[in-house]
C-alpha cells in the first residue's frame, strides 16, 4: 500500500479567515465548514490533500511548504502583490521581497497571522 498524506490541521487564530487568506494566495478552493459544529475551515491542495484550518486558543505556527510550476508561482507571486502581502527568499526573513530561494530557481515565503510560514518553491 502507499503511504500518501490526506489532511493535516492547521492552527489558526480565526480558521476561517486563516483558510480564507491561504486559499485566496494560493489560488486553491475554499471547501464548506467541516467537522463537528463546523470547527474546521478545510482548503483542498489537490486531489490527495486538504488542510483543515482550526482555531486555537494559542495557535503555533507550523511551516508548510510547496511545490509549483512556474506558471503557477506567477500567479501566486502576483496575489501576493495584489494584496501587500509581505513575502521573502529566506524563512529568518519572510519580508524581504525577494524570490531567490536556496534551494530552487524561485521559491519564496509568506506567514500569516497565527505564525503559520508558507513555503512556495519553483524549479524556473
Do not use: K, W
Not at 23 to 41: I, K, N, R, W
Not at 64 to 91: C, K, Q
Amino acid at each position: 500500500m502507499t503511504v500518501t498524506l490526506n489532511h493535516t490541521i492547521v492552527p489558526a487564530r480565526d480558521h476561517t479567515a486563516a483558510a480564507r487568506f491561504f486559499s485566496t494566495v494560493m489560488g486553491l478552493e475554499q471547501l464548506p465548514p467541516d467537522g463537528s459544529g463546523g470547527h474546521f475551515a478545510p482548503v483542498r491542495v489537490n486531489g490527495q490533500l486538504t488542510l483543515d484550518f482550526m482555531t486555537a486558543e494559542a495557535a503555533e505556527g507550523h511551516h508548510l511548504a510547496f511545490d509549483v510550476d512556474p506558471g503557477t508561482f506567477d500567479e501566486i507571486l502576483g496575489r501576493l502583490h495584489a494584496l501587500g502581502v509581505p513575502y521573502g527568499s529566506d524563512p529568518s526573513a519572510p519580508d524581504n521581497g525577494r524570490v531567490d530561494h536556496p534551494l530552487c530557481a524561485r521559491g519564496l515565503y509568506f506567514t500569516d497571522d497565527a505564525g503559520n510560514l508558507y513555503e512556495v518553491m519553483s524549479p524556473r
